[in-house]
């Protein structure tokens, strides 16, 4: 059985409340950080469960900020994302 991954990019501030048991990254050092160490990108199995809904909810990030693997690659891999995630970046002090 094949499990549909979702992606949200989340700012640091955002990063330092979430709880990455909740998520498929162990910690704060296993996410993966944009090359400034502003946003980082997490992914979790679909649906999101509710510690998830309600996280977001409470960081005021909206349903539609998910988005499937193959467009988070895509956008990752082209244009203006590629530049902002090209290296993997050291995650900033916790």
Same mark, same amino acid.
Request: hydrophobic content about 35%.
């Given at each position: 059985?094949?499990?549909?991954l979702?992606? @949200?990019?989340?700012?640091?501030?955002?990063? =330092?409340?979430?709880?990455?048991?909740?998520?498929?990254?162990?910690?704060?050092? &296993? $996410?993966r950080w944009?090359?400034?160490?502003?946003?980082?990108? @997490?992914?979790?199995?679909?649906?999101?469960? =509710?510690?998830?809904?309600n996280?977001?909810r409470?960081?005021?990030?909206?349903? &539609? $900020?998910?988005?499937?693997?193959?467009?988070?690659?895509?956008?990752i891999?082209?244009?203006?994302?590629?530049?902002?995630w090209?290296?993997?970046?050291?995650?900033?002090?916790?």
């Amino acid at each position: 059985m094949s499990r549909d991954l979702l992606y @949200i990019q989340i700012t640091q501030a955002q990063a =330092r409340t979430l709880d990455f048991q909740l998520v498929m990254e162990d910690s704060w050092d &296993t $996410a993966r950080w944009d090359n400034n160490q502003t946003m980082c990108m @997490i992914h979790f199995v679909s649906p999101p469960s =509710r510690d998830i809904s309600n996280w977001m909810r409470e960081q005021r990030i909206p349903i &539609t $900020a998910i988005t499937k693997h193959a467009v988070e690659n895509a956008y990752i891999r082209t244009g203006g994302g590629r530049t902002s995630w090209d290296n993997p970046a050291r995650p900033p002090r916790e």
